[in-house]
């Protein structure tokens, strides 16, 4: 259905065919210009950010133990404690942002996590530590599906799924950064160091994105009052695009219900539950392995220098898989793509954890499994944002990002008993295999549920 952007139904013959702006096929047509890289790159710091601030936890974790004289069990409700906050977080985000804007909540989310990060520098205890660490991710959980959603609604179409994958690269960046700047900093400083550069980054980079980030164009469209906002950024994506004699015009559907009910309704609620199974497993594993790598690869033996640079090698691989993921993605079936990485993944896990650990062996196949299962937790993203429409899509994103943030919460607690219990190396990487098994099988269904749906839609 199309809806003009004064908000109410009407037909599209009031208006003359010359002074009409449909908005879907106008950003869609976009080729790639100067704008969109501004908004990419600004969404890529976001996850940058994030991806220091979630992972810096992990790499720390060893030099907390030490300092702080704990075992890892006590270690384990830390690791878990942020990441349920960014489930929380991406609950609460993406309603938010249908609401209020998708650029409100980025900046403010981002500026919150970064105070609560400072905060968490000078943290007297563990339990202050742990709540500090579920304030933080808070604001991360609200940011991150944002940054994903913005940079998709803004992406030509023939772009989409590689302009999502190359941002959620930011977090892989983000997070190889935290484990080289580990290495040094806490060997010329101390742990604390990690949370202060965690804060205070992401303090002065809201301030950057609250002058340079731009509101999403089909957000704006649906809210009259904000005409003028959007004519004026129709004409920095495209001069002259658009007047004050424009109307646009928008494809929606009916929006009697909230978005969170239509996410959890025919057509879309099958799908829906794909997607949140497919992320949960893949979550599991990517969280599983941020929070307890580095102490599984210093507990063989190799040094908390060494461990921190092994741990990195998957963010590297990530960085890579996600930019090659995107092209794929956009070039040929999404789901069949994104099965064949996860399955690329359990062959990597079950090789490392049926091979005996070599520094140089270890680097290199945990840059491999990088590649294909922290791009594939990403490519969620792609999926989803090209599946729900403009209305629905950051409640859609957020909140199959915040049931996936349960999967990274088990992950981690899971990890935490895998410890306890006197689980080794190969143990651990060997159980991996099961949750990206069931994450391949979930793109698959999801696929199926679309045909099955538009089958459905054609016949009546």
């Known amino acids: 259905m199309s809806v003009p952007a004064g908000g109410n139904q009407t037909s599209e013959d009031a208006v003359q065919p010359n002074t009409t702006l449909k908005l879907n096929e106008f950003l869609d047509a976009q080729p790639v210009r100067g704008f969109h890289w501004r908004v990419l790159l600004l ?110 609604e803004f992406a030509p179409k023939h772009r989409r799924a590689l302009f999502v994958s190359f941002v959620y690269c930011g977090f892989t960046i983000g997070a190889a950064g935290g484990g080289f700047l580990s290495a040094q900093l806490i060997a010329t400083y101390n742990w604390h160091s990690i949370l202060i550069v965690g804060g205070v980054v992401p303090m002065v980079m809201a301030v950057v994105l609250h002058v340079f980030l731009p509101e999403s164009a089909r957000f704006m469209a649906l809210r009259p009052a904000r005409r003028a906002e959007l004519m004026a950024l129709v004409n920095k994506i495209r001069p002259g695009a658009a007047n004050a004699a424009t109307a646009f015009v928008i494809d929606t559907i009916p929006a009697a219900k909230g978005s969170v009910r239509l996410i959890l309704s025919q057509p879309f609620l099958l799908v829906t539950l794909a997607l949140w199974v497919g992320l949960f497993m893949n979550n599991l594993t990517v969280y599983l392995l941020n929070s307890w790598l580095p102490v599984l690869v210093k507990d063989v033996g190799f040094s908390f220098e060494t461990a921190a640079r092994i741990g990195a090698m998957m963010q590297i691989g990530g960085t890579i898989g996600n930019i090659v993921l995107g092209w794929e993605m956009d070039r040929w079936n999404p789901h069949r793509v994104m099965a064949l990485t996860l399955l690329g993944a359990v062959a990597a896990a079950l090789v490392i954890g049926n091979t005996a650990p070599d520094e140089t062996m270890l680097m290199l196949v945990i840059l491999v499994l990088g590649y294909f299962c922290t791009s594939a937790n990403t490519g969620w993203a792609a999926l989803a944002a090209s599946y729900y429409p403009t209305e629905m899509r950051a409640t859609g994103t957020a909140w199959m990002t915040a049931v996936g943030r349960f999967g990274a919460i088990l992950g981690a607690s899971v990890g935490a008993v895998m410890m306890a219990a006197g689980w080794g190396f190969s143990q651990v990487f060997s159980f991996l295999a099961l949750p990206l098994s069931i994450a391949a099988a979930a793109a698959m269904a999801k696929a199926f549920l679309m045909r099955r749906n538009r089958r459905l839609t054609e016949t009546t």
């Open 43 to 152: 969404c890529l710091s976001v996850l940058i950010m994030d991806g220091f601030d979630i992972v810096s936890i992990g790499f720390i974790a060893p030099a907390l133990i030490d300092d702080w004289g704990i075992t890892k069990a006590e270690m384990g409700p830390v690791l878990s404690a942020g990441l349920f906050g960014m489930a929380l977080g991406a609950f609460a985000g993406g309603p938010l942002a249908d609401r209020f804007g998708r650029r409100n909540v980025i900046v403010g989310s981002v500026f919150f996590f970064g105070v609560m990060s400072l905060l968490s520098a000078w943290s007297p205890n563990l339990t202050v530590l742990t709540a500090l660490r579920f304030l933080t991710g808070l604001g991360l959980g609200a940011s991150q599906p944002n940054a994903a959603t913005l940079i998709s």
